[in-house]
């Protein structure tokens, strides 16, 4: 049976009541308070981690990046000093994030098991967008687009695939440049595909010397090309995207929101229209030595 109180009794209950109320929405709003400055700090309120990965390379003021450093330019190894591309570009999310680059040396086959075992924080190594590893990896922004290209002589009326009918096109056989172009002959038997070529470079040499009309090639080789060699252009959008990535184990979600920051600052500051003259256009061709 519902009772029944006096209206200052009544009262009374209902201040006790909201002053119970305004006690928990205290205690919440200190907790809430707790776990933000917890996130900040990198530290739970128990002292561990809520990304053991982020705050380890504070503790440390190092940024340990997992490096495979035979793909020029974008990364090499030299007189005991890693160099190349992604080299910089890691070294330039280290500073935003105010640490210092520490490399990693490691290959294709054992980077993501190296950021899982935590032997790097980072991977920075021409490393494509690869989504079937995203049970235990994060990956960052896409920096660079290593997919296909459509390049012609300087002269040319060609303004996409679309007018490649009865024209003359080459690519590097076996490669996704050479798969590309097959594509396109299917739907246009009136193209003539060569493909007996061993290199992107060899390609964009005949297409140069007027022995080709156009040619398919990975975006890095054409600009290495075009950057030192004058008579071809580009002929934009890209016809593939093929992103590269930085990579991150998948507990360092703080270290991923941070890259991305970083990634976003560089591109504003203009970074990456300097890196790539810096490495597509002033660095030397690559040769079998390196």
């Known amino acids: 049976m519902m009772k029944n109180y006096p209206i200052d009794t009544w009262r009374a209950l209902r201040r006790r009541s909201w002053r119970r109320l305004d006690l928990l929405a205290a205690l919440v709003l200190v907790c809430y308070a707790a776990l933000a400055v917890s996130a900040q700090l990198g530290a739970s309120i128990a002292g561990q981690g809520l990304d053991p990965v982020w705050a380890a390379a504070r503790q440390r003021g190092t940024l340990r990046v997992a490096m495979d450093f035979g793909y020029y330019p974008f990364t090499g190894f030299e007189r005991g000093q890693p160099f190349g591309y992604d080299v910089d570009l890691a070294r330039a999310v280290a500073q935003k994030l105010d640490l210092q680059a520490e490399f990693v040396p490691s290959n294709l086959d054992a980077i993501y098991e190296d950021l899982a075992n935590r032997k790097a924080d980072i ?10 590893q995203g049970w235990r990896a994060l990956f960052s922004t896409f920096y660079f687009n290593a997919g296909q290209v459509l390049v012609v002589p ?3 009326t060609i303004a996409g695939v679309d007018q490649l009918g009865g024209r003359r096109l080459g690519a590097p056989l076996g490669s996704d440049a ?3 172009a097959r594509k396109l002959v299917t739907n246009s038997p009136g193209i003539t595909l060569r493909s007996d070529y061993d290199t992107a470079a060899e390609v964009l040499a005949d297409l140069r010397s007027g022995k080709l009309d156009a040619a398919i090639v990975d975006n890095a080789s054409a600009l290495i090309d075009l950057g030192h060699h004058p008579g071809l252009r580009l002929v934009p959008p890209a016809l593939t995207l093929e992103p590269y990535v930085l990579v991150m184990p998948s507990p360092a979600y703080q270290l991923h929101e941070e890259v991305d920051r970083a990634l976003d600052e560089l591109r504003r500051e203009g970074f990456f229209d300097q890196l790539g003259k810096k490495w597509f256009v002033d ?3 690559p040769s079998p030595a390196r």
């Open 123 to 132: 991977a920075a190594s021409a490393l494509p967008y690869a989504p079937e």
């Open 283 to 285: 660095a030397p061709l």
């Open 154 to 156: 300087e002269g040319s």
């Open 178 to 180: 050479d798969s590309y």
